[in-house]
């Protein structure tokens, strides 16, 4: 009896944490689905714009008619249902493709870009890309979730048994992935190091800096002093000599002061 309530009591155990499992896949794949109904709802409104641009630069560009024809096609591609997202993003892609053509055209018509109307629909569509970004993102971000959740253990049993399966992320293909590359024209320009950085040798046609040991002129030596002049012995008290004293008689000369 205790061994067929053990049994009874993992058995339920188990079934909760499959339901837990399953409840959380549903809840993660419900997610991925409202996020890509919010993409669908931009891309309406992207696709909706951009066919009243088009009519705004037929009214003073009607002759650009491959331009404009190019724009129609890759918009009706966009518009067509039952698209996957892989197969959304990449007809998206060749509208915005497209649509750039169109923008660059629309450069050489100064009274098209002062119109009011195109100035409007240009705002509405930036604005529009915008959403449009962030929607994706928030997106890709439940993808990720979800199918991280199909690939690990254990959810991944539980949603191999009730067939859930990964999702495809929308993902910005071609030249919207590339970043805008800035060139002044300076690539291949050799650039000298700055004169104070040790590493490197100075440029043959920079001139030296005024503080440089190399310029600065050297003090002018100090002349060499010249030996002081010894001082004269003291002369000897000498006494006057009396002529008329005879030479045999002279008296001895006093002995000189002590100092």
């Known amino acids: 009896m205790i061994t067929a309530i053990v049994i009874v ?23 991925v689905q409202e996020a890509w109904r919010q993409i669908d709802v931009e891309l309406t409104r992207r696709h909706d714009l951009i066919g009243n641009l088009v009519e705004t630069v037929k009214g003073y560009a009607a002759h650009e008619r ?4 190019d724009v129609m096609k890759a918009r009706s ?27 660059a055209v629309a450069e050489a018509y100064p009274d098209l870009k002062a119109n009011q109307n195109f100035m409007a629909l240009q705002a509405e569509l930036t604005s529009t890309e915008d959403r449009i970004a962030s929607a994706r993102r928030y997106y890709n971000a439940t ?25 495809e992320y929308f993902e910005a293909v071609g030249e919207q992935r590339e970043a805008p590359k800035v060139d002044f024209g300076q690539r291949d320009a050799t650039i000298p190091p700055p004169s104070g ?6 440029s043959a046609s920079t001139p030296p800096s005024p503080t440089s040991p190399a310029q600065t002129p050297a003090a002018p030596e100090p002349p060499a002093a010249s030996p002081a ?4 012995p003291p002369a000897e008290a000498t006494q006057p000599i009396d002529p008329t004293t005879p030479p045999g008689d ?10």
Not at 66 to 69: C, F
Not at 146 to 151: G, H, I, M, R
Not at 229 to 232: G, K, M, R, V
Not at 250 to 259: H, L, S
């Open 197 to 202: 950085y040790a590493g490197g040798a100075p």
């Open 229 to 232: 002049p010894q001082a004269a």
């Open 77 to 103: 591609a966009a518009m067509a249902p039952n698209q996957s997202p892989g197969q959304q993003a990449e007809s998206e892609n060749i509208l915005s493709q497209a649509l750039g053509r169109l923008i």
């Open 9 to 31: 009591a993992i058995l339920v155990v188990l079934a909760l944490i499959v339901v837990g499992m399953y409840n959380g896949l549903i809840k993660l794949r419900n997610l």
């Open 66 to 69: 491959g331009t404009l024809e």
């Open 143 to 167: 993808v990720r979730d979800l199918n991280t959740k199909v690939e690990t253990v254990p959810t991944n049993f539980v949603a191999g048994i009730f067939g859930i399966k990964q999702a």
């Open 250 to 259: 002279v008296p001895p000369a006093p002995p000189a002061p002590r100092v």
